[in-house]
Each structure stands twice: as structure tokens, then as C-alpha cells.
């Protein structure tokens, strides 16, 4: 099965168009900061809070949202999808997602073993990186990236054991190949 994952919106209407364009009725994971633009950002292009909103609550049942330190209560007044604190999806290893402010390579969660993945976001440029056999993997950000990283997204490819950022052109930016990593 094939996800995509996303994150740090922060309102931009042209980006979530564009990442629904990229999803195409496959599962969506946004890992948070969905309509507001946040205090330290300036306005990313196309903001229009509501659009997004619009725009997310059509994409009924295939969505999956992480909640960020942006993300505020009144924001689930206008959607039909729930701001989850976290989620996993476990095969034969678990994949974690948060949106980062909490969980991260610093503070990691407690029960991710050799060969888990934890997924985040918050940081706007995207990496992956590994620490103690554990792989930190960020998507970057659909809308305000830093760094001179481009505006990115994952693939995660639960059948293949594959994951691959790529920007919003499809050119691969980093790729995790579980059948090639001698781990
Ligand atoms: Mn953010």
C-alpha cells in the first residue's frame, strides 16, 4: 500500500491542491500545520485557510491528520477529518508520525525498536537520518520550505519497504530502500 505524506501546509491553497493532485485517491497523511500561517512564517502562496478546509474535507475517508503546534481548536470546527496527536501503522516494522515539536530524533518515542521509522515534520526541510538503528525521516514542507530545501513530500511504500522524498517536480530528493539497506 502507498501513502503519501505531507506536512506544514499553513493555509496555502495552492499546495494542497497540488499535494491532492500528487495523493490521486491514495491514502494522505499530513503531519500537521494545516491552516494557519504561524507567527514566525510569513504568508505562504495562495493562503486561504478555508480553501484548504474545503479542499481536505472532500477528500473524505483517505485523509489522516496529524495535529502541530499551529493547529489550534477552533481549526476542527471546520473540518470533518480529526487532529490526531500522533499515529502508527505497524507491518513488519512500525511506522510512527507526529508532527516533530514533541517527537523527534531528540526525544524519540520510547518504544520504537531497530528498524522502526519515525516520520515528522515542523522543521521545513526534509532528511533522513538514522540514529541507534532507528530512521528519522521529515517530508519537509508542501508550502513554506527553509534551507533551500524545495517544497517536498514522501512516498512510503508499505509493500516495496521503500521510501522516497521528492519534490513537487517528482525529482527524488532522498530515497530509504529497506531491500538494499544493509541493516
Ligand atoms: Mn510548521
Not at 500561517?37 to 474545503?54: F, I, S, T
Not at 502541530?68 to 471546520?78: A, P, T
Not at 516533530?100 to 528498524?115: I, V
Not at 519515525?118 to 508550502?143: A, D, Q
Amino acid at each position: 500500500m502507498k501513502f503519501i505524506i505531507a506536512s506544514d501546509l499553513h493555509g496555502s491553497a495552492t499546495s494542497a491542491k497540488r499535494i491532492i493532485e500528487i495523493a490521486n485517491g491514495q491514502p494522505l497523511i499530513l503531519l500537521g500545520d494545516i491552516y494557519n500561517h504561524g507567527p514566525r512564517n510569513p504568508l505562504p502562496d495562495g493562503y486561504a485557510p478555508m480553501k484548504v478546509a474545503e479542499l481536505l474535507n472532500a477528500y473524505k475517508g483517505k485523509l489522516i491528520v496529524i495535529k502541530g503546534n499551529c493547529d489550534s481548536e477552533v481549526d476542527q470546527m471546520i473540518s470533518n477529518f480529526t487532529f490526531q496527536d500522533y499515529h502508527e501503522i505497524v507491518t513488519n516494522r512500525s511506522f510512527f508520525f507526529s508532527h516533530g515539536h514533541k517527537f523527534n530524533m531528540d526525544t524519540p518515542p520510547a518504544h520504537l525498536k531497530k528498524g522502526d521509522v519515525c516520520f515528522y515534520g515542523h522543521l521545513h526541510y526534509p532528511f533522513i537520518k538514522e540514529v541507534n538503528g532507528v530512521y528519522f525521516i521529515n517530508s519537509g514542507s508542501c508550502s513554506l520550505p527553509v534551507n533551500d530545501s524545495p517544497l517536498s513530500y514522501i512516498i512510503l511504500d508499505t509493500a516495496a519497504d521503500c521510501i522516497t522524498i521528492y519534490d513537487f517536480d517528482g525529482n527524488v530528493i532522498d530515497q530509504l530502500d529497506f531491500k538494499n539497506a544493509d541493516k
